[in-house]
T-cell receptor
Framework: NAGVTQTPKFQVLKTGQSMTLQCAQD?????MSWYRQDPGMGLRLIHY???????DQGEVPNGYNVSRSTTEDFPLRLLSAAPSQTSVYFC?????????????FGSGTQLSVL | AQSVTQPDIHITVSEGASLELRCNYS??????LFWYVQSPGQGLQLLLK????DTLVQGIKGFEAEFKRSQSSFNLRKPSVHWSDAAEYFC??????????WGAGTKLIIKP
């Protein structure tokens, strides 16, 4: 049982480049989300999805795009990378959208934008 | 607005000693409270959660947490730490939009 799989684990981009961070889960979870983690700060929600075809913005959505065409996949797109997007990115999922649901996390993608 | 404060950025504890990590929250209603742990190079894992009922909550790996409404706190405790407990610990509160508000984390260092 793979759980939540994120790729790549590490990525270096130049300012202005675009890329997609991949996230897949094999637990048939309705809810999927993307967080960024910066030193000295808690996780901040970028975007989330409550089911296939449904996405919404979180706390820090600017510069990022998402889509959810299938239940399993929730890719995060950086349209034009900026140094401020240097961070560790985590994908997380849960069975439903209830606040009492346990979140399952991927192992993260460390992104550096030069 | 809801917020979570973890006052200690780092805590160093000797192996075998007891541990308490502090978490204070700001939330108007009865909060949903969580503790997650992040081992080096890994994603976060749920340790325990509180929604209602008994204010002392037991979690995995021998951890427990106590909800104190009067102090707006949800401190994490363990009676005897092991070297494998070295990690970063995050407290979180569920907000009115069913999203989690996270503290900045406390890094636990274990002295041999």
């Amino acid at each position: 049982n793979a759980g939540v799989t994120q790729t790549p684990k590490f990525q270096v981009l130049k300012t202005g480049q675009s890329m997609t961070l991949q996230c897949a889960q094999d637990m048939n979870h309705e809810y999927m989300s993307w967080y960024r983690q910066d030193p000295g700060m808690g996780l901040r929600l970028i975007h989330y999805s409550v089911g296939a075809g449904i996405t919404d913005q979180g706390e820090v959505p600017n510069g990022y795009n998402v889509s959810r065409s299938t239940t399993e996949d929730f890719p995060l797109r950086l349209l034009s990378a900026a140094p401020s997007q240097t961070s560790v990115y985590f994908c997380a999922s849960s069975f439903t959208t209830g606040i009492n649901e346990k979140l399952f996390f991927g192992s993260g993608t460390q992104l550096s934008v030069l | 607005a809801q917020s979570v404060t973890q006052p200690d950025i780092h805590i160093t504890v000797s192996e075998g000693a007891s541990l308490e990590l502090r978490c204070n929250y700001s939330y108007g209603a009865t909060p949903y409270l969580f503790w997650y742990v992040q081992s080096p190079g890994q994603g976060l894992q749920l340790l325990l959660k509180y929604f209602s009922g008994d204010t002392l909550v037991q979690g995995i790996k021998g951890f427990e947490a106590e909800f104190k409404r009067s102090q707006s706190s949800f401190n994490l405790r363990k009676p005897s730490v092991h070297w494998s407990d070295a990690a970063e610990y995050f407290c979180a509160v569920g907000d009115s939009n069913y999203q989690l508000i996270w503290g900045a984390g406390t890094k636990l260092i274990i002295k041999p």
